[in-house]
Nanobody, 123 residues
Framework: VQLQASGGGLVQAGGSLRLSCAAS????????MGWFRQAPGKEREFVAA????????YYADSVKGRFTISRDNAKNTVSLQMSSLKPEDTAVYYC?????????????????WGQGTLVTVSS
């Protein structure tokens, strides 16, 4: 399984960006898809997650109400719509797939990772 993240870029504070993650390879049926981010000098942190079946979504408190995660099972893609962006949202964003029923907020539980896409929010 390969995950390819895209959609990062430079945006002003208050703006929006949409990140996408496309999965390819063998039959893809994760339990959870997640987005994490890592800012310079900081640890990787959970941003959002979505179950591959059902409607459950989860968000970090720092992005709740501003970010929306969604998926398209037919296309094997997951997206992260980011609005009202703040300079503190600046980071490399990674998508990841967890094949088991694990704690969605722990990066170590995820089995596959995309290469990351840089989001820079200017003030």
């Amino acid at each position: 399984v390969q995950l390819q993240a895209s959609g990062g870029g430079l945006v002003q504070a208050g703006g929006s960006l949409r990140l996408s993650c496309a999965a390819s390879g063998r039959t893809f049926s994760p339990y959870t898809m997640g987005w994490f981010r890592q800012a310079p000098g900081k640890e990787r942190e959970f941003v959002a997650a979505i179950r591959w079946s059902g409607s459950n979504t989860y968000y970090a408190d720092s992005v709740k109400g501003r970010f929306t995660i969604s998926r398209d099972n037919a296309k094997n893609t997951v997206s992260l719509q980011m609005s009202s962006l703040k300079p503190e949202d600046t980071a490399v964003y990674y998508c990841a797939a967890d094949l088991q029923r694990d704690d969605y907020s722990r990066s170590r539980n995820y089995d596959y990772w995309g290469q990351g896409t840089l989001v820079t929010v200017s003030s």
